[in-house]
Every structure is written in structure tokens, then in C-alpha cells.
């Protein structure tokens, strides 16, 4: 493989807007590099340290035995292997889970729970052994606590807007971390703006994780609800859920969980969990696009008003009023996502059949491997704990180059080595703002992914990082 500074920019199929007329380098703002304070706690550091070891990987990894399930994964960009390390954002999907659309589609593409013909049967029924799916997957006392929904944002409104309004009155308190994804903010800014209610945000400690305690702190007779991450998209952090569950529920308030980056990487139980509502989303876990699900104790489902109003939802509709179905046709009003909702369950078909603890037990070895890996790398800074026998870290790393804008990092490893990671804010500008900053680059991995691939991009690095830093 060429480097980047061997290629020069004559090679670049077009060059970064952000390296024209540079400026000298600063906090990222705009178009700006970055600079760093001193690492505050344990983790990241600037200066370099020695390779991970690969020599304990065995022969066939997980990432090397799932890899041709997943067709998008082999190809080149200007004779550069594809490295897909964008999992935060969206995972990829294995040829059963395409040929479950395709299949529904094709053979019996029908609506749901309203014809008596052949195809409608065998749409309801497909659709419906969806639901019961994604129950046993997160261990659901019944398969009508699971809410078909767009995605996990859908979810989280729904909640917000049919439980929260409902509920939730003037001096009221909503307990959120600063960690939090906009789609678990923005949605009870609504609601705090319509009832009065009053957002209340938990800190990070010193190793850049929520502070628990803090949170514990925060809890009173006012708390109405806390709505908090499983694994944060940007720290690759874990939050105790069951722990601020017990806290929560001495004050009578609820827990709402977003776990669309732990549902597709290890196991959940939400019974164990206790929380009263938890979203996730299709597209992380292998599945399409335009389905997730909400899980919600049922008692409570069937407290809640409709979130949208039309076919399927109803009992029975007069003239001037309407009575509901319960839950879950209650929150599925209109035509669902079908096809999309019968391979989520292929998905869920797929990950079972390779388990989801020998999945987290490998994407732990993987995360490491990337972490321990970043810090050889000089002038990486990398968000978050570090990872250890006792504290769970996601296969997941955000970080930033000293003096380097994280949109020329992602655009140059894209570029020159065919490295796709992210860069920007992550949906999660009150974190970065914490954190002193208001962008980084994000490297987020899944089972199919392996470690010479980790070689591979922090070789592109080192090379992207060597060009970068030869313009001033």
C-alpha cells in the first residue's frame, strides 16, 4: 500500500477544503486543528507507547469467520481494501438479512393483521414472529412490551410524548447525563418546554465517565424519570444500569434506557436491567434501516395514550371519540415497516446463531487490541476509560491528533487507505463540550471486523498524520 506521502496530492480524488488556507493551529472550531490540555485521570495519553502484541489471536478470529456473510465488505477504493470501521453509526448487513427483505418482497409481500388472503397471513405471521424475536433476544417477559418503531429516536419520542406529557407537570425533574445522544435530549426538551418540568444533567468524573454518584445525588421526590445511555457512542463507556435502576425506583421515578450501542455488541436483559422502557435500533444490529424497537412494562404501555392516531391503533372509532387497542397495536398506527421488521428478525437470527457473549467476548479482545493500539500512535488523544478487568469499554474509540482537524484525518484515511471512520460531533455536542472540544474522529467496530484491519487503519494513521502535519 502506498503512502500518503509517497502518493502526494496529485493522487487525492479531491483535496480537503479544511487544508486550504490553513491557519494556525488551535482548538477545533470551524475549520481549525486541535490542541489538548493535559489527560485528566487515567487512559490516553500524547506521548507514544509500545504496540499491542497480536501474537495470542488465534488462527480463524470471529471477524475472519463472519466476513463472507457480508458482501459489501469485499471491495476495493482505489486499490485500497475496504476497512469498514463505522459501526456507531450504522452496522453493515449479512447476505441472510438482505435476502429476508428481498424474500418478503418478492413472495408474499402483503399488509399486516388486516386480510384474510394467503399473503396477508403469511405477512402477519413472518411479521409477528419478528416481535417475538426481538423478545427473546432481550429476554422480555411478553412479546407485547416490544413496540415496532422507526428507529430507537421514534422510541424515545414516543415515551416522551405519550408517557412524558402525560405525566410530567410543572417543578417536575428529568435526570439526564451530559453523555447523552441528542435523540435522548432533544425529545424531553420538548417536553420540559411544554410542562414546565426541568432538565437536570450529571458530569463526568475525572476518568470521563458519568458520574454516578453525582447522579445519585441528583435523585429526589421530584425525579420523575431518568433517561440514560447503556454504552456511551462516544466514551465506549458502560453505565450500571441496574444499579440507577434500584436508585431511581426509591424515588418513584422511571428509567428510560438507550441501548442502541450495547443491544448488537453483548448480552441484554431487560428484566434483569429493571428499566421501565429501552430503545434500540435495527441498523446497528445487522439489520435494515426504518425499523427499531421500544421495550416497555407492559402495565405501563397500558397506562399510556396513543402516540399516533389511525389504522390499527383503534378499537373502535365514533364520531366524535375513539377507543384503543392495547399495547402493542396501540403504538404501531398505519402501515408498519414489514419487510423490514421480518429481517430485523433474521438479524437476530444471524447474531443468535454465533451467540452474543462469544460476539462481547470477542469485540472486548478487538476494543482492546484498537485502544492499546491508538495510544502507540503519537499525539492521539482517546475519550473515555480505559479498558480493564472491571470496567467494560465498547470496541469503540473517539480520539484526536494533536494539531489536526478529525474531518482531514477521517477524509485522508478515506482517501488514501480506504479506512471509513467518522468524524464530527457524534450527536453528542454537549459531551464534546464537556470534554473542551467540538469535534473528534471516531473508530467503531463490530464482530466481522479483525484485528489486521486495527493494523491497517493505524498504519493509515500514522501515514495520514505524517502528511497532515508535513503542510505547515
Known sequence: MATAAAAGVASLRYFPS???????PGTISGGGAVTFSPR?????????VAAPSREAEPASSLGDLT???FPILDQEFDGNKLVYFDNGATSQKPSHVMKALDDYYRFYNSN???GIHALSAKATGAYEAARIKVANFVNAADSREIIFTRNATEAINLVAYSWGLSNLKQGDEIVLTVAEHHSAIVPWQFVSQKTGAVLKYVGLTKEEVPDIEQLKGLLSNKTKI???????????SMLPIEEIVACSNRVGAKVLVDACQSVPHMPVDVQKLGADFLVASSHKMCGPTGVGFLHGKFEILSSMEPFLGGGEMIADVFEDKSTYAEPPSRF????????EAIALGAAIDYLSNFGMHRIHEYEKELGAYLYESLLSVPKVRVYGPAPSQSDHRAPLCSFNVQNVHPTDIAEILDLQHGVAIRSGHHCAQILHRTLGITASARASLHFYNTKEEVDVFIHGLKDTIDFLTSQH
Not at 479544511?18 to 494556525?24: E, F, I, M, Q, Y
Not at 431518568?226 to 465506549?236: E, F, I, K
Open 18 to 24: 479544511s487544508l486550504r488556507n490553513r491557519v494556525c
Open 40 to 48: 485528566r485521570g487515567r487512559g490516553a495519553s500524547a506521548a507514544a
Open 67 to 69: 466476513r463472507v456473510d
Open 112 to 114: 399486516v393483521h388486516r
Open 226 to 236: 431518568v433517561v440514560v445511555h447503556h454504552v456511551s457512542n462516544v466514551l465506549g
Open 332 to 339: 404501531e398506527a398505519g402501515t408498519p415497516a414489514i419487510g
